[in-house]
């Protein structure tokens, strides 16, 4: 018979390997006392047999030395009768006695055959007391003699029970507590370690990968310990990569909302930009004329007034009417997706002009100041610099509000850079924005646009520059624009 693969190697697993020493011991025993006791149980039988075969010899003895007294008590009486059939009946029993052999004693077959012989010499003796004497007495001693040897061999029966006795009972104590010994190293080699991994199992279900301790497990069980910490290694090491997959997987999830969001945000700003573009630009169309009439209207009082001080403000409401006609003209020229030239820009008269037509617009209690080394030239589109930097004295001075305060311009080159910047005494740029950024449409001042900052920042992009923001200390708001020196056309 061919053993199947899965049972040789059951047989040879790690769980099995205490087992079957305890068992296969066990079951010799158990084999061994069994086969000990049907052994004693066998050899008593063989000792009864011969005992009951001598106990039939010895009442055949009794049966034929109490006829002999009765015939020697007959020979005793007054006038006795010679008892011929009965002496041959008793001489037949003797014969009988000779033929089956069962005596203990080997003289019995001697006496019992000089017995018979005297009986048999009965008719011949002229004396049949002395005959019937001689063989009683032989009979008797016969008796006597097999009676002393059948205590002798009871008493080996005894014997021999009492020791089987003593093996049974041996056997009956020693199984139990061979078995009790079993179950409890059983129980200390397999069942115990067996609970503890039990639990470990447990604690593994609940995503505890403690491994099981190796100092009390028994060498058998090892293997089998030994697998299940690598496995609880292998699965800490899944579920590590596991979750560094799933926090990956959240970042990119986290990212790709937030670039959607983005996205949605800017589109909603490129909306909302296109469609202030075509409303700038049915303004800029519309207010192109009437500033043209205005424009030629100055020019014909400023021609017609003799007066210095009148003509020179005069000028400069033309000039800034001038300006504001290009910017509207570039407006237009933006949404035909055309630049504005870029020209050198001298930035000290260019910004002490802007201050001038700024203080128009801007109250007393507010200080117009600024710092710009003489002779510092740029080549920028001179009418997107001088709004940019009006939209942030103009937002200022929106912060200051009615309180005094102080807008002051300061610029500089560093690096091939100009950096031109816009600060005042205010309470500061708000922490949202500081925070965001600067978005179209977001305000933190009430009522207003938040296109302001957005034009600054898209005019610093543009020509290849960038805007920075910051807050002064203790208090105050400073907006920097960094423009490259030999401009860019946008």
């Given at each position: 018979?061919?053993?199947?693969?899965?049972?040789?190697?059951?047989?040879?697993?790690?769980?099995?390997?205490?087992?079957?020493?305890?068992?296969?011991?066990?079951?010799?025993?158990?084999?061994?006392?069994?086969?000990?006791?049907?052994?004693?149980?066998?050899?008593?039988?063989?000792?009864?047999?011969?005992?009951?075969?001598?106990?039939?010899?010895?009442?055949?003895?009794?049966?034929?030395?109490?006829?002999?007294?009765?015939?020697?008590?007959?020979?005793?009486?007054?006038?006795?009768?010679?008892?011929?059939?009965?002496?041959?009946?008793?001489?037949?029993?003797?014969?009988?006695?000779?033929?089956?052999?069962?005596?203990?004693?080997?003289?019995?077959?001697?006496?019992?055959?000089?017995?018979?012989?005297?009986?048999?010499?009965?008719?011949?003796?002229?004396?049949?007391?002395?005959?019937?004497?001689?063989?009683?007495?032989?009979?008797?001693?016969?008796?006597?003699?097999?009676?002393?040897?059948?205590?002798?061999?009871?008493?080996?029966?005894?014997?021999?029970?009492?020791?089987?006795?003593?093996?049974?009972?041996?056997?009956?104590?020693?199984?139990?507590?061979?078995?009790?010994?079993?179950?409890?190293?059983?129980?200390?080699?397999?069942?115990?370690?067996?609970?503890?991994?039990?639990?470990?199992?447990?604690?593994?279900?609940?995503?505890?990968?403690?491994?099981?301790?190796?100092?009390?497990?028994?060498?058998?069980?090892?293997?089998?310990?030994?697998?299940?910490?690598?496995?609880?290694?292998?699965?800490?090491?899944?579920?590590?990569?596991?979750?560094?997959?799933?926090?990956?997987?959240?970042?990119?999830?986290?990212?790709?909302?937030?670039?959607?969001?983005e996205q949605q945000r800017a589109l909603g700003n490129a909306e909302?930009?296109?469609?202030?573009?075509?409303?700038?630009?049915?303004?800029?169309?519309?207010?192109?004329?009437?500033?043209?009439?205005?424009?030629?209207?100055?020019?014909?009082?400023?021609?017609?007034?003799?007066?210095?001080?009148?003509?020179?403000?005069?000028?400069?409401?033309?000039?800034?009417?001038?300006?504001?006609?290009?910017?509207?003209?570039?407006?237009?020229?933006?949404?035909?997706?055309?630049?504005?030239?870029?020209?050198?820009?001298?930035?000290?008269?260019?910004?002490?002009?802007?201050?001038?037509?700024?203080?128009?617009?801007?109250?007393?209690?507010?200080?117009?100041?600024?710092?710009?080394?003489?002779?510092?030239?740029?080549?920028?589109?001179?009418?997107?610099?001088?709004?940019?930097?009006?939209?942030?004295?103009?937002?200022?001075?929106?912060?200051?509000?009615?309180?005094?305060?102080?807008?002051?311009?300061?610029?500089?080159?560093?690096?091939?850079?100009?950096?031109?910047?816009?600060?005042?005494?205010?309470?500061?740029?708000?922490?949202?924005?500081?925070?965001?950024?600067?978005?179209?449409?977001?305000?933190?001042?009430?009522?207003?646009?938040?296109?302001?900052?957005?034009?600054?920042?898209?005019?610093?992009?543009?020509?290849?520059?960038?805007?920075?923001?910051?807050?002064?200390?203790?208090?105050?708001?400073?907006?920097?624009?960094?423009?490259?020196?030999?401009?860019?056309?946008?």
């Amino acid at each position: 018979m061919i053993d199947h693969p899965h049972q040789t190697s059951l047989l040879h697993s790690p769980f099995f390997r205490p087992v079957w020493l305890p068992t296969v011991v066990s079951t010799v025993l158990l084999m061994l006392s069994l086969t000990l006791l049907v052994g004693m149980s066998w050899r008593n039988l063989q000792r009864l047999h011969p005992v009951h075969r001598h106990l039939e010899q010895l009442s055949s003895l009794q049966q034929t030395g109490l006829r002999l007294e009765e015939l020697l008590v007959n020979q005793l009486a007054e006038n006795p009768v010679a008892d011929t059939a009965n002496m041959q009946l008793v001489r037949g029993e003797i014969g009988h006695i000779l033929a089956v052999d069962t005596h203990l004693v080997p003289a019995t077959a001697h006496n019992l055959q000089t017995a018979r012989d005297a009986l048999a010499d009965v008719n011949l003796n002229r004396d049949p007391r002395r005959a019937l004497i001689a063989s009683l007495t032989t009979i008797r001693r016969v008796i006597a003699a097999e009676a002393q040897a059948h205590d002798v061999l009871m008493n080996g029966v005894r014997r021999d029970t009492l020791f089987e006795f003593r093996i049974a009972a041996a056997a009956l104590v020693a199984l139990p507590l061979l078995a009790v010994a079993g179950i409890f190293l059983m129980r200390q080699r397999i069942f115990q370690p067996l609970n503890e991994l039990g639990s470990l199992m447990a604690l593994l279900a609940r995503q505890d990968y403690n491994p099981a301790p190796m100092a009390t497990v028994e060498p058998a069980l090892k293997p089998l310990f030994d697998n299940y910490n690598h496995l609880v290694s292998r699965l800490a090491e899944l579920e590590q990569q596991n979750r560094a997959h799933r926090r990956s997987l959240e970042n990119q999830v986290h990212s790709a909302t937030q670039a959607l969001l983005e996205q949605q945000r800017a589109l909603g700003n490129a909306e909302r930009l296109a469609a202030v573009g075509e409303v700038a630009a049915g303004l800029a169309h519309e207010l192109r004329n009437p500033l043209a009439g205005i424009q030629m209207a100055l020019n014909n009082l400023r021609q017609e007034i003799d007066d210095r001080d009148h003509t020179e403000r005069l000028s400069l409401v033309i000039n800034e009417l001038n300006r504001t006609v290009s910017l509207l003209n570039a407006l237009l020229g933006q949404t035909r997706q055309e630049a504005e030239a870029v020209v050198a820009v001298e930035l000290a008269p260019a910004i002490d002009e802007l201050l001038t037509l700024a203080r128009y617009q801007i109250g007393e209690h507010i200080m117009l100041q600024h710092e710009i080394p003489p002779g510092l030239v740029c080549r920028l589109p001179a009418g997107r610099l001088h709004q940019s930097v009006l939209n942030l004295i103009l937002n200022a001075a929106q912060a200051i509000g009615n309180q005094p305060g102080t807008i002051g311009v300061r610029a500089e080159l560093r690096d091939n850079e100009i950096r031109l910047a816009v600060h005042d005494d205010g309470p500061g740029l708000p922490a949202a924005l500081m925070q965001n950024g600067i978005r179209p449409f977001v305000s933190g001042r009430l009522g207003g646009t938040g296109l302001g900052l957005a034009m600054v920042q898209r005019f610093a992009l543009d020509v290849g520059g960038r805007i920075e923001l910051s807050n002064r200390k203790p208090r105050g708001a400073c907006v920097t624009l960094i423009l490259p020196c030999g401009g860019k056309r946008g």
